[in-house]
């Protein structure tokens, strides 16, 4: 143990304590979560994880000699996570956390010739363990996506154009309420209907899905208006558009960690449509008030 820690620089030792730390902590974390993930292959292949990470872990105690415990603070965190995002989010935010180690692999391979297997077999396993992992959740992305895109689009246009129509924040909330619950059964019974016709059996989870996220987008865009008085309506429009930016931003970011796809293409798109229809149903209300004579 002695030749081995003499034979590394101060450098190296350290970047392999920190090494050593993360795998123990990681693999507490992967076991801890697949006491409560569902299903078994689940559970078999977190626990695959967890003795992965043990085993690197011992690994890396050859060389500093330290017996180390695991961040307790660490471990709550992911927990949490998984708990409340689904754990397929949870170890891939994870696992997203690490690329930043391979610089820190880089200058280890210099010393330490066993990191360069220790990282080939992080990237190339533990990615298709990664790839096993099948929460219902996920299965069912396409269907929130599309309740969440249609009612960003349908109701933030609506909301803009009611707005400058109607200029009291209670009567565009109520307006946009009676909307969006109508909305809501339509999108819900759409995808059922869809999904029948497509001999699913998973039709009412899938409408489910499809209903749940609309009505929760229909009611965070609703809220700016019930919160402000009748008199800062555009206050509230404002408002509102930075929540459609914020909702945007945290499903596009769920989606590009849990299904590994890219963040920025899908927000930008996204974000455009939204805004876009918002600004142009906007004037839709000046020239509807403006030409047809209304005054509320």
Not at 180 to 206: V, Y
């Amino acid at each position: 143990m002695f030749d081995i820690m003499k034979e590394l620089s101060h450098e190296a030792l350290e970047i392999i304590k920190r090494m050593q730390q993360n795998e123990l902590t990681e693999s507490v974390i992967y076991a801890e979560i697949a006491k409560f993930a569902k299903g078994e292959e689940n559970k078999k292949t977190l626990l695959r994880l967890a003795d992965e990470e043990r085993a690197h872990y011992e690994i890396w105690k050859k060389y500093t000699g330290i017996h180390m415990k695991p961040q307790k603070g660490k471990v709550f965190k992911y927990k949490m996570i998984a708990r409340i995002l689904g754990f397929t989010f949870a170890v891939k935010l994870m696992e997203k956390g690490e690329e930043g180690a391979q610089k820190e692999y880089d200058l280890l391979a210099a010393e330490v010739a066993e990191s360069v297997h220790i990282r080939a077999q992080e990237e190339e396993h533990e990615a298709a363990l990664l790839g096993m992992l099948d929460e219902e959740s996920l299965q069912y992305v396409g269907s929130m996506v599309l309740g969440m895109n249609d009612a960003l689009v349908e109701l933030t246009g609506s909301l803009a154009g009611f707005t400058f129509a109607m200029q009291n924040t209670r009567l565009i909330a109520l307006s946009g309420l009676i909307l969006g619950i109508s909305a809501t059964f339509s999108m819900a019974s759409s995808e059922f209907l869809s999904a029948k016709s497509e001999g699913r059996n998973d039709a009412f989870k899938s409408c489910c899905y499809t209903g749940i996220a609309y009505l929760i987008t229909v009611a965070l865009l609703i809220l700016p208006y019930l919160l402000l008085d009748n008199s800062r309506y555009m206050i509230a429009l404002f408002a509102m558009i930075a929540v459609v930016i914020l909702i945007i931003a945290g499903f596009t970011y769920y989606i590009s960690v849990a299904k590994d796809e890219k963040f920025k293409p899908r927000f930008l798109e996204m974000s455009l449509i939204s805004v876009g229809v918002a600004i142009i149903s906007f004037f839709v209300g000046i020239a509807a008030k403006h030409f047809l004579g209304v005054d509320l």
